[in-house]
C-alpha cells in the first residue's frame, strides 16, 4: 500500500535495513547513517526502503514482512542468496569499490554480476515506486550499491525528486572509464536531481567523467542532459553523530572504562589505530610506518600501538588475504621489539563497544588515521569529539592521511602522505613531542568544527537542498515554453487542415537531427528521413533547411530533396527550391581578415589537442567537439576574447557554438536570411526552429506570424522550447499525418 502523507515523505533508499531479523524479533541498528537521519527536519516523514541483511525463502519473507509491519516506516527488499551474492559481494564490492577507490588492478568484472546489479536495482525501483502515492514525495538514494535506481525512478515517475549521495570516493575519469559498465553507471546517478559528494575534488570527478563519456555541457555544479532535464551536483561532508559522543562522555560508564584503561596502560604512550579491515585504509604501510618509527626511535618500551582491525566483508578472498598479510606483519613488528616488559603492537581483530572504543579515543595521546584513499573517514572525527578537556590527560594529536575526505575540514591534524613511510614514521615523533599548548589549540578548533558540522547538519542540508529543487529543475519560464508546445503542435495541424500556407525554416545539426562527435557521420537516419519525404509531399508546406555547414555538406546529406530550400554557411549561400543553383549573399565582401584572423586559430589549434581548422568560403570555424571537453571549452572562451579584441573596428562577428567557435561577416546570419526568403512569398503561419546561439537572429524576426522554438533549455529568446531533435520530430509528424481539407 502507498504511504499515506500529511507530511511530505522522504523515502530513504540504502542497500540495507537499519536492522537485524532474530527469532527473537527485530532490532534496530544504530550505524552512522541511523544516526545522521535523525537531522532530517520534522517537516518530513521518513520512511526506510532496503534489504533486511538476509537471504530469506518465501516462508522466512512472510514472517518478516510481520515482524517489520511493527516497526514504523520500514519498507523491506527481499533478495535470494543468489543475487546477494552475484550484486553485493560480487558486482558492488569486488568490481565497484575498488575501482572508486582508485584500484583498479583489484577490480574483477563477470557479466552474471552486472545482471545480478541491474536486477536489485530493479527490484528497489519496484519497491520504491509502489510506496508512492501522488509523485510529490522525495527520494534518498543512497551509495554505490543502487547507482543505476535514480534514473530507474526517474524515467517511472519524472515528477518524483531524487536524491542519490556517493559515501565513497568518486575516482578520475582516468580510472573510472576503465569499468566495463562505466556509460550506464553515470546515466544512473545522473537520473537524480541532486547528487551529493564529500569533498568538491569527488564532484569535479565526477562532472569530468559524465562530460566525457556522455558527451554533456556542464557548469561547475550542474549538468545537462539533452532531454533538458539538469542534475544539481553539491557538497556535503557527513559528520558523527555528535550528540552520542557528548553524552557518551558524561557517563559514569565511560569515566570508569577510562580509569580501567589508564591503569592497564600505565607509563605507555598509547597510539591508536581503529579501522575496517579493508585494503582502502593503507593498514600494511600503516605497519611499515610503526615498524619504521621503532627502528629509529629507541623508545619500543614506552610505546604502546593499539591496532583495531574491525572484521569486514570476509566472504571476499582478497578481504582474507588482507587479514593473513596484517597479522603476520604484526607478529613480524613484534618479534623484532617485543621486550619483556611490552609488546609494542596489540593487534584486536573484533568490534569494540561504544563505551570502550569512547574511551580508548579519550586515553590516546596520537590517533594514527592514514588511510590511502577514503570517501572520508568518521574514526578521525570520533577521536576529534572524545578528546574533550579530561584531568589527568593531555590533549591528543590526530596524524591524518591527505586521502581521506575528513582532511579538509581536519586541516589542524597533522597532514601526511600515507604512502611515505618514513614521513609517516617521523609525524609519530612530532605529534609525540608537540608542546601541550600546541595540542591544545588544534584540538580545539577541530573539536568545535566536528561538533557543528555533525550527521545532522549534513542529513539536514541534503534534504533541504533536494526539497528546494523542482522536479528536474527546467527554469519557470523555459517549462511555460515547454507547456506550450502542444498548442503550438494543435495550431501546427489546424493550418495543415485548413489548406493555409506553412514555412518551416529548420535548422539542421541538433534540430532536426542529434548532433555527432563526427560531423561527417550526419546524414538522415531512417526517421528522420521519413519525416522529411513527408515534409516533401505537402503542397501547402514550404520547408527550408538551415546550417552552418557549407553547401558541399548539405548536398551531400540532403542533395536529393529538391523540393527544399536550403541556407548555408549560417546565412551566407541559398539554394532555392527545384534548382541545383546556390545564390552567395556575400558579393562584394572582402576576406582579407582571414589571414589574421587565421593565424591566431592555428595558434589555438597546436595547443589544443583534438581540435582542428574549417575554412569556409565566408567564414573561419574553429570545431574542438573532439578535444577534452573541460580543457576545450576553457581554450574556447579564451579564444573568444582575445578574437574580440581583435576585430573590434572591423565589420566581423564571433559566434560561439556548440563546440565551435566560428567567426564571420557581421551582416552575414541566419536571421537575414530567412528574412530574404521570406519576401518571395506570403504564409499564413512561419516556424523557424534552431538550437543554438547562430540561430537567434532568426527568433528575432519581428512578424505576427513567426513562430520561434528553441531544442534544449539554455537561455533563448524562442518563443517555445523543446528538450531534444527526437521531441522537434515528433512534433512535425503529427501534423504530417492530419488529412489536408483543402480540395
Known sequence: MPISTTTQTILNVSNRLPVTISEQGVRRSSGGLVAALRGVPDRFDLSWVGWPGAATSPQEQDRARQLLAREKGLVPVFLSEELVEGHYEGFSN?????????????????????????????????????????????????DYHLMLLPQMLKSAMPSLRVGFFLHTPFPSYEVFRCHPRRLELVEGMLGADLVGFHTFGYLRHFRSTAMRLLDLEAEITQIRHESGHATTLGVYPIGIHASRFEEELGRESFREGLAGLREAHRGKRVVLSVERLDYSKGLPRRLDAIEQFLRTSGRADEMRFIFIAVPSREGVEEYRRLREEVEGRVGHINGLYATIANSPVQFVHQSVNFTELCALYALAEVALVTPVVDGMNLVAKEYVACQRETPGIDPGVLIL?????????????????????????????????????????????????????????????????????GAGRIPETSAQRREGVAELGTQLARAVVQGRRIALFLDYDGTLREIVRDPAAAAPGEELARLLRHLEGRENVDTTIISGRTPEDLESFLGDFTDFAFIAEHGASVRRPGTRHWEHLDRNLSYRWKDEVGR????????????????????????????????????????????????????????????????????????????????????????????????????????????????????????????????????????????????
Open 94 to 142: 569486488s568490481s565497484l569499490w575498488p575501482l572508486l577507490h582508485y584500484m583498479p588492478e583489484k577490480s574483477v568484472y563477470e557479466a552474471g554480476w552486472w545482471e545480478h546489479y541491474q536486477q536489485v536495482n530493479r527490484l528497489f525501483a519496484d519497491q520504491v515506486l509502489a510506496q508512492v502515492s501522488q509523485g510529490d514525495e522525495l527520494v534518498w538514494v543512497h
Open 401 to 469: 592521511s591527505e586521502f581521506a575526505g575528513a582532511v579538509e575540514v581536519l586541516f589542524d591534524a597533522i597532514v601526511v602522505n600515507p604512502y611515505d613511510v618514513q614521513g609517516v614514521a617521523e609525524a609519530i615523533s612530532r605529534a609525540l613531542e608537540m608542546p601541550r599548548e600546541d595540542r591544545a589549540r588544534r584540538m580545539k578548533a577541530m573539536r568545535e568544527r566536528v561538533l557543528r558540522f555533525d550527521s545532522s547538519w549534513w542529513a539536514r542540508s541534503f534534504v533541504s537542498d533536494l526539497a528546494e529543487l
Open 600 to 743: 591566431i586559430l592555428r595558434l589555438y589549434e597546436a595547443s589544443t589537442p583534438g581540435s582542428f581548422i574549417e575554412e569556409k568560403r565566408t567564414s573561419l570555424v574553429f570545431h574542438y567537439r573532439r578535444a577534452d571537453p573541460e580543457f576545450g571549452d576553457w581554450k574556447a572562451r579564451q579564444l573568444v576574447g582575445e578574437l574580440e579584441a581583435v576585430i573590434a573596428n572591423q565589420p566581423l562577428h564571433v559566434r560561439m557554438g556548440r563546440k565551435i567557435v566560428e567567426v564571420t561577416v557581421s551582416h552575414i546570419n541566419k536571421g537575414a536570411a530567412v528574412a530574404r526568403l521570406l519576401e518571395d512569398h506570403s504564409y499564413d503561419l512561419v516556424l523557424v526552429a534552431g538550437d543554438d546561439t547562430t540561430d537567434e537572429s532568426m527568433y528575432q524576426i519581428e512578424l505576427p506570424n513567426v513562430i520561434s522554438l528553441n531544442i534544449g533549455d539554455r537561455q533563448t529568446q524562442a518563443r517555445y522550447v523543446l528538450p531534444d531533435p527526437a521531441a522537434f520530430r515528433r512534433l512535425l509528424e503529427g501534423p504530417l499525418l492530419v488529412e489536408s481539407s483543402r480540395p
